[in-house]
Protein backbone atom coordinates (compact mmCIF):
# COMPACT_ATOMS: atom_id res chain seq x y z
CA UNK A 1 0.00 0.00 0.00
CA UNK A 2 1.19 3.31 -0.70
CA UNK A 3 2.11 5.44 2.29
CA UNK A 4 1.95 8.97 3.87
CA UNK A 5 4.35 10.22 6.47
CA UNK A 6 2.67 13.06 8.22
CA UNK A 7 3.78 14.93 11.41
CA UNK A 8 2.71 13.87 15.29
CA UNK A 9 1.36 17.33 16.12
CA UNK A 10 1.26 20.73 15.06
CA UNK A 11 -0.10 23.72 17.00
CA UNK A 12 -1.75 26.91 15.79
CA UNK A 13 -3.66 30.14 17.16
CA UNK A 14 -6.70 30.75 17.38
CA UNK A 15 -8.22 32.85 13.47
CA UNK A 16 -5.13 32.16 12.10
CA UNK A 17 -4.16 30.04 8.72
CA UNK A 18 -2.75 26.00 9.55
CA UNK A 19 -1.02 24.43 6.72
CA UNK A 20 -1.13 20.53 7.58
CA UNK A 21 1.92 18.80 5.50
CA UNK A 22 2.12 15.14 4.25
CA UNK A 23 4.66 13.48 2.16
CA UNK A 24 3.61 10.36 0.05
CA UNK A 25 6.95 10.37 -2.20
CA UNK A 26 5.33 6.33 -3.70
CA UNK A 27 2.42 8.20 -5.03
CA UNK A 28 1.55 6.15 -8.24
CA UNK A 29 -0.09 8.02 -10.98
CA UNK A 30 -3.77 6.89 -10.14
CA UNK A 31 -3.68 7.32 -6.22
CA UNK A 32 -6.35 10.03 -4.92
CA UNK A 33 -4.82 12.12 -2.06
CA UNK A 34 -7.91 12.26 0.17
CA UNK A 35 -7.97 13.88 3.86
CA UNK A 36 -9.98 13.05 6.94
CA UNK A 37 -10.26 14.53 10.07
CA UNK A 38 -11.39 12.60 13.84
CA UNK A 39 -12.75 15.40 16.36
CA UNK A 40 -12.69 13.82 19.93
CA UNK A 41 -14.76 11.20 20.74
CA UNK A 42 -16.35 10.95 17.15
CA UNK A 43 -15.23 8.68 13.99
CA UNK A 44 -13.21 9.98 11.41
CA UNK A 45 -14.96 12.64 8.75
CA UNK A 46 -13.99 13.49 5.40
CA UNK A 47 -12.92 17.28 4.52
CA UNK A 48 -11.17 16.59 1.13
CA UNK A 49 -9.27 14.88 -1.84
CA UNK A 50 -7.85 15.47 -5.18
CA UNK A 51 -6.38 14.07 -7.84
CA UNK A 52 -3.41 16.65 -9.83
CA UNK A 53 -5.05 20.24 -9.13
CA UNK A 54 -5.56 22.29 -6.00
CA UNK A 55 -9.20 21.58 -4.36
CA UNK A 56 -11.13 24.50 -2.61
CA UNK A 57 -14.46 23.69 -0.23
CA UNK A 58 -16.18 25.29 2.07
CA UNK A 59 -13.92 23.31 4.75
CA UNK A 60 -10.67 23.58 3.71
CA UNK A 61 -8.48 23.72 0.39
CA UNK A 62 -6.18 21.17 -0.64
CA UNK A 63 -2.39 22.13 -2.60
CA UNK A 64 -0.66 19.31 -4.57
CA UNK A 65 2.61 19.29 -5.42
CA UNK A 66 3.91 19.61 -8.80
CA UNK A 67 5.34 16.13 -8.69
CA UNK A 68 2.22 15.02 -6.32
CA UNK A 69 4.90 13.71 -3.86
CA UNK A 70 3.62 15.81 -1.11
CA UNK A 71 0.49 17.84 -0.07
CA UNK A 72 -0.97 20.19 2.06
CA UNK A 73 -4.03 20.73 4.13
CA UNK A 74 -5.24 24.29 4.24
CA UNK A 75 -7.38 25.23 6.98
CA UNK A 76 -7.80 29.38 6.43
CA UNK A 77 -9.03 30.56 9.78
CA UNK A 78 -8.01 28.14 12.34
CA UNK A 79 -11.48 27.50 15.06
CA UNK A 80 -11.27 25.32 18.38
CA UNK A 81 -13.19 23.20 16.77
CA UNK A 82 -10.95 22.23 14.57
CA UNK A 83 -8.90 20.60 16.98
CA UNK A 84 -8.31 16.77 15.41
CA UNK A 85 -6.20 14.35 14.30
CA UNK A 86 -6.07 14.77 10.72
CA UNK A 87 -5.49 12.00 8.58
CA UNK A 88 -4.06 12.18 4.81
CA UNK A 89 -4.51 9.09 2.66
CA UNK A 90 -4.06 7.97 -0.54
CA UNK A 91 -6.44 6.02 -2.40
CA UNK A 92 -5.72 3.69 -5.34
CA UNK A 93 -7.80 4.64 -8.65
CA UNK A 94 -6.79 2.02 -10.66
CA UNK A 95 -7.18 -1.76 -9.57
CA UNK A 96 -10.03 -1.06 -7.96
CA UNK A 97 -8.62 -3.03 -4.53
CA UNK A 98 -10.05 -0.29 -1.89
CA UNK A 99 -8.36 -1.21 1.41
CA UNK A 100 -8.16 2.27 3.19
CA UNK A 101 -5.18 2.48 5.18
CA UNK A 102 -4.95 5.13 7.81
CA UNK A 103 -1.48 6.32 9.26
CA UNK A 104 -1.57 8.02 12.54
CA UNK A 105 -2.20 10.92 11.43
CA UNK A 106 -1.27 15.06 12.66
CA UNK A 107 -2.82 16.19 16.19
CA UNK A 108 -3.84 19.37 15.51
CA UNK A 109 -3.74 21.78 18.88
CA UNK A 110 -5.30 25.16 18.39
CA UNK A 111 -4.69 27.71 21.46
CA UNK A 112 -7.41 30.70 22.36
CA UNK B 1 -31.25 5.67 7.49
CA UNK B 2 -29.40 8.67 7.69
CA UNK B 3 -26.25 7.62 8.82
CA UNK B 4 -23.82 4.72 9.87
CA UNK B 5 -25.79 2.80 12.81
CA UNK B 6 -23.81 0.54 15.03
CA UNK B 7 -24.46 -1.03 17.63
CA UNK B 8 -24.86 -2.11 20.54
CA UNK B 9 -22.55 1.33 21.27
CA UNK B 10 -20.98 -0.40 24.47
CA UNK B 11 -20.58 -3.92 25.06
CA UNK B 12 -18.58 -5.35 28.10
CA UNK B 13 -17.93 -9.14 27.91
CA UNK B 14 -15.77 -11.71 29.74
CA UNK B 15 -12.81 -13.39 28.47
CA UNK B 16 -13.76 -16.40 26.37
CA UNK B 17 -17.26 -15.40 25.13
CA UNK B 18 -18.20 -14.73 21.83
CA UNK B 19 -19.36 -10.90 20.56
CA UNK B 20 -21.50 -9.98 17.83
CA UNK B 21 -20.89 -6.32 16.86
CA UNK B 22 -23.59 -4.87 14.22
CA UNK B 23 -23.36 -1.72 11.76
CA UNK B 24 -26.03 -0.91 9.57
CA UNK B 25 -24.85 0.79 6.85
CA UNK B 26 -26.41 4.51 4.82
CA UNK B 27 -29.25 2.93 2.38
CA UNK B 28 -27.74 1.87 -0.77
CA UNK B 29 -24.27 2.09 0.08
CA UNK B 30 -22.57 -0.84 -1.37
CA UNK B 31 -19.44 -1.37 0.06
CA UNK B 32 -18.93 -1.27 3.90
CA UNK B 33 -15.37 -1.39 6.00
CA UNK B 34 -14.68 -2.56 9.46
CA UNK B 35 -11.66 -1.10 11.09
CA UNK B 36 -10.44 -1.27 15.27
CA UNK B 37 -9.42 1.39 16.66
CA UNK B 38 -7.06 1.13 20.28
CA UNK B 39 -6.46 4.94 22.38
CA UNK B 40 -4.63 7.38 20.75
CA UNK B 41 -4.39 5.35 17.23
CA UNK B 42 -5.39 5.32 13.88
CA UNK B 43 -8.32 3.24 12.52
CA UNK B 44 -6.87 -0.19 12.01
CA UNK B 45 -8.13 -1.71 8.93
CA UNK B 46 -9.59 -4.82 9.16
CA UNK B 47 -12.11 -5.67 6.20
CA UNK B 48 -14.60 -4.70 3.55
CA UNK B 49 -17.45 -5.76 1.44
CA UNK B 50 -18.79 -5.02 -1.71
CA UNK B 51 -22.24 -6.01 -1.61
CA UNK B 52 -22.00 -9.50 0.20
CA UNK B 53 -18.96 -9.94 -1.28
CA UNK B 54 -16.05 -9.88 1.34
CA UNK B 55 -13.35 -7.95 -0.88
CA UNK B 56 -10.55 -8.28 1.37
CA UNK B 57 -9.38 -9.29 5.08
CA UNK B 58 -6.25 -9.59 5.40
CA UNK B 59 -6.58 -6.97 8.13
CA UNK B 60 -8.41 -9.42 10.24
CA UNK B 61 -5.90 -10.40 13.36
CA UNK B 62 -6.48 -13.70 13.59
CA UNK B 63 -9.44 -16.43 12.64
CA UNK B 64 -11.65 -15.38 16.24
CA UNK B 65 -12.42 -12.52 13.87
CA UNK B 66 -14.99 -12.92 11.15
CA UNK B 67 -17.42 -10.74 9.19
CA UNK B 68 -20.15 -11.53 7.29
CA UNK B 69 -22.76 -9.23 4.76
CA UNK B 70 -25.14 -11.56 3.74
CA UNK B 71 -27.74 -9.48 2.09
CA UNK B 72 -25.47 -6.84 0.80
CA UNK B 73 -26.83 -4.67 3.81
CA UNK B 74 -26.61 -4.92 7.21
CA UNK B 75 -23.20 -6.94 8.12
CA UNK B 76 -21.87 -8.33 11.53
CA UNK B 77 -18.22 -8.45 12.90
CA UNK B 78 -17.98 -11.32 14.83
CA UNK B 79 -14.93 -12.23 17.66
CA UNK B 80 -14.96 -15.33 19.41
CA UNK B 81 -13.31 -16.82 22.59
CA UNK B 82 -12.58 -13.08 23.18
CA UNK B 83 -9.55 -12.14 25.36
CA UNK B 84 -8.73 -8.56 26.73
CA UNK B 85 -6.52 -7.41 23.69
CA UNK B 86 -9.58 -7.36 21.67
CA UNK B 87 -10.48 -4.39 24.01
CA UNK B 88 -10.56 -1.87 21.65
CA UNK B 89 -13.30 0.62 19.52
CA UNK B 90 -14.54 -0.94 16.75
CA UNK B 91 -16.12 1.39 13.66
CA UNK B 92 -18.10 0.47 10.44
CA UNK B 93 -17.81 2.44 7.74
CA UNK B 94 -19.86 2.87 4.09
CA UNK B 95 -19.53 4.62 0.75
CA UNK B 96 -21.17 4.29 -2.17
CA UNK B 97 -18.92 2.21 -4.55
CA UNK B 98 -15.45 1.36 -3.70
CA UNK B 99 -14.27 1.41 -7.53
CA UNK B 100 -14.17 5.13 -7.62
CA UNK B 101 -11.29 6.52 -5.50
CA UNK B 102 -13.24 9.84 -5.08
CA UNK B 103 -16.11 8.41 -2.81
CA UNK B 104 -16.51 9.83 0.32
CA UNK B 105 -16.53 7.19 3.60
CA UNK B 106 -18.79 7.55 5.68
CA UNK B 107 -17.99 6.25 9.46
CA UNK B 108 -20.83 5.95 12.20
CA UNK B 109 -20.37 6.02 15.87
CA UNK B 110 -18.52 3.04 16.67
CA UNK B 111 -18.57 0.12 19.37
CA UNK B 112 -17.08 -0.01 22.27
CA UNK B 113 -15.64 -3.66 23.43
CA UNK B 114 -14.24 -3.95 26.69
CA UNK B 115 -13.03 -7.24 27.60
CA UNK B 116 -12.76 -8.30 31.43
Known amino acids: DAKTTQPNSMESNEEEPVHLPCNHSTISGTDYIHWYRQLPSQGPEYVIHGLTSNVNNRMASLAIAEDRKSSTLILHRATLRDAAVYYCILRDGSNRDDKIIFGKGTRLHILP | GAGVSQSPRYKVTKRGQDVALRCDPISGHVSLYWYRQALGQGPEFLTYFNYEAQQDKSGLPNDRFSAERPEGSISTLTIQRTEQRDSAMYRC??????????????FGEGSWLTVV
Open chain 2, 93 to 106: ASSPFSGFPGNTIY
